[in-house]
């Protein structure tokens, strides 16, 4: 066989990821940035022409800046708290010599294996007016009106936490699972207490983890769209329930693209800012 | 020193606690449901008045769910088909061949997974219509299906490359082994495990997926997770919970099934 032919064959293997890719991702985001310019129009998906007054309604109205905020604001305090609990597991799943970690590591991925729909409804049971949590305080006596757990940003931000930990803990595992033991027995030699260890050895090599962890949550909550539908309902509505209501019920496709790609903006930003500022490359 | 030991056993202590409350944590809403499907009531509590399998056999005599089961089963099986033959060539290409593109193969294929799914969605959507194709029929679906778990077929499969020596095809070769030789006996044993990982991740994803089967499904045909949120917005009966029981278990049954048939370990989520 001539080296031109072998060649010729070797793209044979890449070729049908690169068309689908190709076709089904590029070209569709393309086409979506075109259509957030376009008019809207009366029965039809949108108008002749190109205009900027999608992203002029967004901007201009108050409403929506709250509730860009607002998604952002859950999608951060989601992504440190996965954080602040996803510690300490990973440690745990690590370093720990315990032989219930084949276990404790099958819990960890078991969300992954649930759909989301049915883990945020779970959550609906627990924490709704009539649910496991109101019921068992009022039964004891402690309440006599249900505590509000559901239909509100804590709810979300609780079941977003519980849907994501995984995606926060299997990275900074697999980063303290790389660092060399011997690093931190050199570190003991030369006199570091425990605190100093974790702090200027094994926490800053735990960096990349942390990172790609903090990434991936905040991309995710971000864009979360089930979790936010069912435990937040009508009341509180986050920047992607409001995007399908506008695509889907209201048939805005242009104003819905616009929202969309201005989400996808705000949180590209910010995930390009904190790779900054964290001083590692985006990986 | 002696302080010291303290100290560090009662910091593990405090640590292993910890991570109790967290497990606990992440199996509730799993546990909730479950325990919830097997109530005898006529109204979803928790914990169950009664253990009953009544909401089962309703369940199981509701033609809407067995339906969107039968369909979701399906779409998942075509979808892994192709995404785990497209996303196996390409990852072989990667990890061997790509050289200078090597990057922008590794970006092109976990874009789907980087990029929010919601967006991806919809923009597919609206270019199934722009194209003329439309969501009448279940291709716009697959698509979007094989789009999403492929991703998780170049994980696994890139992953068992790693160690992956290109002097074994060499060897191969020079003791007189054609392409598809060196291909059934070398590679293919190698990436193996990784393969049939990825292909499990993205059957499960697949199942479970919510907005891009939202979005692109055609008119009357639901997947499982689509039938079950338009459900759960209007009604309360344990029902639901049954039905997410099964939907459990058929994950579970594929993953132990796979597992045990096929002896391989997860290495990626």
């Given at each position: 066989m001539t080296p031109a032919r072998a060649n010729s064959k070797r793209w044979l293997l890449i070729a049908p990821a690169a068309i689908l890719v190709g076709v089904f991702l590029v070209l569709p985001y393309l086409n979506i940035i075109l259509i957030s310019f376009r008019p809207p129009a009366q029965g039809a998906p949108y108008g002749a022409g190109y205009t900027l007054q999608n992203y002029g309604k967004f901007l201009s109205d108050s409403f929506y800046w709250l509730q860009l905020w607002n998604t952002i604001a859950i999608a951060f305090v989601t992504s440190a708290l996965c954080l602040l609990v996803s510690y300490p597991v990973a440690w745990q799943l690590a370093r720990g010599n315990t032989r219930m970690r084949g276990l404790y590591y099958g819990i960890v991925l078991s969300p992954l294996l649930v759909g989301i729909v049915i883990r945020s409804y779970g959550w609906t049971i627990i924490l709704g007016n009539n649910g496991l949590i109101n019921r068992s305080l009022r039964d004891i006596g402690w309440i006599s009106a249900p505590l509000p757990?559901?239909?509100?940003?804590?709810?979300?931000?609780?079941?977003?936490?519980?849907?994501?930990?995984?995606?926060m803990v299997l990275p900074i595992m697999g980063?303290?699972?790389?660092?060399?033991?011997?690093?931190?027995?050199?570190?003991?030699?030369?006199?570091?207490?425990?605190?100093?260890?974790?702090?200027?050895?094994?926490?800053?090599?735990s960096m990349p983890g942390v990172q790609s962890g903090c990434i991936l949550v905040f991309i995710l909550a971000m864009s979360a769209y089930v979790t936010p539908a069912l435990i937040g309902g009508m009341r509180v509505k986050t920047m992607p329930v409001t995007v399908v209501d506008t695509l889907i019920d209201a048939f805005q496709w242009p104003f819905g693209s616009a929202m969309a790609l201005m989400l996808s903006l705000c949180g590209a930003l910010i995930v390009i800012i904190f790779a900054r500022l964290t001083r590692m490359k985006w990986a | 020193m002696k302080t010291n030991r303290r100290s560090f056993q009662s910091g593990r202590l405090l640590l292993n606690c910890f991570c109790i409350l967290v497990y606990l944590f992440l199996l509730a809403p799993i546990l909730v449901v479950v325990g919830a499907s097997l109530n005898a009531g006529a109204f979803l509590t928790f914990p169950p008045q009664g253990l009953s399998l009544r909401w089962y056999v309703v369940f199981f005599n509701n033609d809407v769910f067995m339906k969107a089961i039968r369909t979701s089963l399906v779409i998942a099986t075509i979808a892994t088909c192709i995404s785990g033959v497209i996303g196996s060539a390409a990852t072989l290409f990667y990890a061997r061949y790509a050289g200078a593109a090597r990057e922008w193969v590794r970006i092109g294929l976990l874009a789907p997974l980087l990029l929010p799914e919601v967006l991806t969605a919809i923009a597919l959507l609206f270019f199934f219509y722009a194209i003329g194709v439309g969501t009448q029929n279940m291709i716009a679906l697959l698509v979007g299906h094989v789009l999403i778990t492929l991703p998780f077929i170049f994980l696994n499969v890139s992953a068992s490359l790693e160690g992956f020596d290109p002097a074994w095809e060499l060897a191969a070769q020079s003791l007189g082994a054609g392409p598809w030789t060196r291909f059934r006996r070398i590679t293919l044993p190698l990436i193996k495990p990784g393969v049939i990982g990825g292909c499990l991740f993205a059957f499960i994803i697949s199942f479970d997926t919510f907005a891009i089967s939202f979005m692109l499904k055609s008119v009357g045909t639901s997947t499982l997770p689509i039938q079950l949120f338009d459900y759960l917005r209007l009604n309360f009966t344990p029902e639901a919970a049954a039905v997410s029981t099964v939907s459990i278990l058929l994950t579970l049954v594929v993953v132990i099934v796979t597992e045990k048939l096929l002896d391989l370990r997860i290495h990626r989520f």
């Amino acid at each position: 066989m001539t080296p031109a032919r072998a060649n010729s064959k070797r793209w044979l293997l890449i070729a049908p990821a690169a068309i689908l890719v190709g076709v089904f991702l590029v070209l569709p985001y393309l086409n979506i940035i075109l259509i957030s310019f376009r008019p809207p129009a009366q029965g039809a998906p949108y108008g002749a022409g190109y205009t900027l007054q999608n992203y002029g309604k967004f901007l201009s109205d108050s409403f929506y800046w709250l509730q860009l905020w607002n998604t952002i604001a859950i999608a951060f305090v989601t992504s440190a708290l996965c954080l602040l609990v996803s510690y300490p597991v990973a440690w745990q799943l690590a370093r720990g010599n315990t032989r219930m970690r084949g276990l404790y590591y099958g819990i960890v991925l078991s969300p992954l294996l649930v759909g989301i729909v049915i883990r945020s409804y779970g959550w609906t049971i627990i924490l709704g007016n009539n649910g496991l949590i109101n019921r068992s305080l009022r039964d004891i006596g402690w309440i006599s009106a249900p505590l509000p757990l559901m239909y509100n940003t804590f709810g979300i931000v609780l079941a977003l936490v519980h849907v994501f930990l995984p995606f926060m803990v299997l990275p900074i595992m697999g980063a303290l699972q790389s660092v060399d033991p011997a690093l931190e027995s050199a570190a003991r030699s030369l006199g570091a207490s425990r605190t100093t260890i974790f702090r200027r050895v094994i926490f800053p090599l735990s960096m990349p983890g942390v990172q790609s962890g903090c990434i991936l949550v905040f991309i995710l909550a971000m864009s979360a769209y089930v979790t936010p539908a069912l435990i937040g309902g009508m009341r509180v509505k986050t920047m992607p329930v409001t995007v399908v209501d506008t695509l889907i019920d209201a048939f805005q496709w242009p104003f819905g693209s616009a929202m969309a790609l201005m989400l996808s903006l705000c949180g590209a930003l910010i995930v390009i800012i904190f790779a900054r500022l964290t001083r590692m490359k985006w990986a | 020193m002696k302080t010291n030991r303290r100290s560090f056993q009662s910091g593990r202590l405090l640590l292993n606690c910890f991570c109790i409350l967290v497990y606990l944590f992440l199996l509730a809403p799993i546990l909730v449901v479950v325990g919830a499907s097997l109530n005898a009531g006529a109204f979803l509590t928790f914990p169950p008045q009664g253990l009953s399998l009544r909401w089962y056999v309703v369940f199981f005599n509701n033609d809407v769910f067995m339906k969107a089961i039968r369909t979701s089963l399906v779409i998942a099986t075509i979808a892994t088909c192709i995404s785990g033959v497209i996303g196996s060539a390409a990852t072989l290409f990667y990890a061997r061949y790509a050289g200078a593109a090597r990057e922008w193969v590794r970006i092109g294929l976990l874009a789907p997974l980087l990029l929010p799914e919601v967006l991806t969605a919809i923009a597919l959507l609206f270019f199934f219509y722009a194209i003329g194709v439309g969501t009448q029929n279940m291709i716009a679906l697959l698509v979007g299906h094989v789009l999403i778990t492929l991703p998780f077929i170049f994980l696994n499969v890139s992953a068992s490359l790693e160690g992956f020596d290109p002097a074994w095809e060499l060897a191969a070769q020079s003791l007189g082994a054609g392409p598809w030789t060196r291909f059934r006996r070398i590679t293919l044993p190698l990436i193996k495990p990784g393969v049939i990982g990825g292909c499990l991740f993205a059957f499960i994803i697949s199942f479970d997926t919510f907005a891009i089967s939202f979005m692109l499904k055609s008119v009357g045909t639901s997947t499982l997770p689509i039938q079950l949120f338009d459900y759960l917005r209007l009604n309360f009966t344990p029902e639901a919970a049954a039905v997410s029981t099964v939907s459990i278990l058929l994950t579970l049954v594929v993953v132990i099934v796979t597992e045990k048939l096929l002896d391989l370990r997860i290495h990626r989520f």
